[in-house]
Nanobody, 123 residues
């Protein structure tokens, strides 16, 4: 059984940084493609970044120059470093396991989800 536990969210001011973690159990990151999504109040779940099992990273356009995803296979954990945070980044952030190992940007293609961690950016 796959279990994903996110942590690292919090309340910050505009321009500050946060580092999110997603600890994975039940699957090895050496053979599992993951993604980060986020969901703001009243909005659809939105793709943020992919962490391919090979280590290759992909980002949504808004995340390209401010966010950095990474992983530690030994810890079986993925990370999302978020810099220069803006009020529009306020959302619950989720990590998820790709159902077919691909790099889909659609939430429906992900089979296992964490409980989410709240990020609030105050202006």
């Amino acid at each position: 059984q796959v279990q994903l536990i996110e942590s690292g969210g919090g309340s910050v001011q505009v321009g500050e940084s946060l580092r999110l973690s997603c600890a994975v159990s039940g699957r090895s990151l050496q053979s599992t493609t993951m993604a980060w999504f986020r969901q703001a109040p009243g909005k659809k779940r939105e793709y943020v970044a992919n962490v391919h099992w090979s280590g290759v990273l992909y980002y949504a356009e808004f995340a390209e120059h401010r966010f950095e995803a990474s992983k530690n296979n030994a810890e079986n954990t993925i990370f999302l470093q978020m810099n220069d945070l803006k009020p529009d980044d306020t959302a619950v952030y989720y990590c998820a396991v790709s159902g077919d190992g691909g790099l889909s940007r659609r939430a429906v293609d992900y089979t296992d989800w964490g409980q989410g961690t709240q990020v609030t950016v105050a202006s």
